[in-house]
């Protein structure tokens, strides 16, 4: 399926591991220019190099997404090099599990600020790939756990707050074909991710939720970029507000 990529200019928010990474490299390898932010300028450099290594435009820097001013001067950085961005995505994440005010802030900061700060820069050149080419996408990577809840932790409130701008911002930039859509995963598992850290720290647990699972595994990166990319191009056009679950059926809700 031709996802219509080609030529494309692409931002991602944390796109040097994990998801993000494997967001960025299947932008890429379907054709699309990426650029992307990180704190460590090592991995950043590394993830830039592998990209330009599939034959399209990329660049990057070590950006601070809680620095509102700094992100955004980036943003626009990025798109005057790139020239234009039809795809801005927001996968960086603080990923604090506590219920205490230090984890609220820094889930806050970084997951909600960083999207909105990040789409308020990038909006004036997502709305004139819009005009110009009919559409433009707005990704948001939220969780499963904004829908499930074990305790009063921050993290999947702050990720229910993403899903509810997400749609605001469908509804507001609809006629304009600017569409914002997210993705949340359930159990990703990759090298120095928090699951790997919890099977090497807690095997007992780790194991015992996989099994909860009803595939009897975790995500791979691969599993959320594939979703994210698609919900990203013009094959999907006519998508927008969603809040798309990938988590293996682990929950048990009925979406309507």
Known sequence: MDLHLKGKNAVVLGGTRGIGRAIADTLAQEGANVAVCARNADQVKDAVAALKGKGVKATGASVDITDGAGLKAWIESAGQELGGIDILVSNAGAMAQGPDPASWESNFKLDVLGAVNAFDAARPFLE??????????????????????????????????????????????????????????????????????V?????????????RNPTGRCATPQDIANAAVFLASPASSYTTGINMLVDGAISRRVNF
């Not at 499930?148 to 997400?166: F, Q, V």
């Open 199 to 211: 099977e090497k720290g807690n095997p007992d647990f780790f194991k015992q939720a996989v099994a």
């Open 128 to 197: 004139k790939a819009a005009e110009a080419n009919g559409d433009a996408a707005f990704v948001i990577i939220a969780s499963v756990s904004a829908a499930e809840s074990d305790n009063a932790s921050s993290y999947g409130p702050i990720k229910a707050a993403l899903i509810h701008y997400a749609k605001g911002l469908a509804r507001q930039h609809a006629k304009r074909n600017l569409r914002t859509n997210v993705v949340s995963p359930g159990m990703v598992y990759f090298e120095g991710g928090i699951w790997n850290m």
